[in-house]
């Protein structure tokens, strides 16, 4: 059974970086089926996808994000990771990773249980 | 605003069918097809649809999805209680990004 796992501060200051840790286990990251993303869930409102690191190492990001934005990953431990730098309160949000089976279409099929992060001071 | 348009809410009563509709454009929907996702209160969300009409194993029959031009729909029939939640519509965009719509909250009256 694949299963993802969220990990990091809940609280993070203004102007920080934002740093997420998925442990993924049950598949590897480096099989050639897999796209591994992140997805944000805004307050009381809707999905965002932020980027995805493929099973090569290929990363596509959004563009509203990109700039600040860095998803990397460790075959060796099976985890991959999110850095969003200089953030505001306007990245208060639940963070998802995920797992996205088909490239270039959004078909998220298994989806970590969240981790909510707080920017504030 | 989301460049994927839903309706934020739509509701029936037991037993109706409904739809909720998801509008983009070429270089989105028009070119890379969409996906629909279930999201109940507390939870992650859901794969329903993909490939603009495809259900993945497990899901119910009750739903549906098509794709013309640069719209899609996902349908709900023989509503039930349990179909109470938020739905979104996906895709992906040429300017490669994914793409979520807003969300529609479907209340079951």
């Known amino acids: 059974q694949v299963r993802l796992q969220e990990s990091g501060p809940g609280l993070v200051k203004p102007s920080q970086t934002l740093s997420l840790t998925c442990k993924v286990s049950g598949v590897s990251i480096s099989d050639n089926e897999y796209y591994w993303t992140w997805i944000r869930q805004l307050p009381g409102k809707g999905l965002q996808w932020i980027g995805y690191i493929s099973h090569r190492g290929s990363n596509y990001y959004n563009p509203s994000l990109q700039g600040r934005l860095d998803i990397s990953r460790d075959s060796a431990k099976n985890r991959f990771f999110l850095s969003l730098s200089s953030v505001t309160a306007a990245d208060t949000a639940l963070y998802f990773c995920a797992r996205d089976r088909r490239p270039y279409h959004v078909q998220v099929d298994v989806w970590g249980k969240g981790t909510m992060v707080i920017v504030s001071s | 605003q989301s460049v994927l348009t839903q309706p934020p809410s739509v509701s029936g009563t037991p037993g109706q069918r409904v739809t909720i509709s998801c509008s983009g454009s070429?270089?989105?929907?028009?070119?890379?097809?969409v996906n629909w996702y279930q999201q109940l209160p507390g939870t992650a969300p859901k794969l329903l649809i993909y490939s603009d009409n495809q259900r993945p194993s497990g899901v119910s029959n009750r739903f549906s999805g098509s794709r013309s031009g640069t719209s899609a729909s996902l349908a709900i029939s023989g509503l039930q209680s349990e179909d109470e939640a938020d739905y979104y519509c996906?895709?992906?965009?040429?300017?490669?990004?994914?793409?979520f719509g807003g969300g529609t909250y479907l209340t079951v009256l």
């Open positions: 996906a895709s992906w965009d040429d300017d490669l990004h994914g793409l």
């Open positions: 070429y270089s989105n929907i028009g070119t890379n097809g």
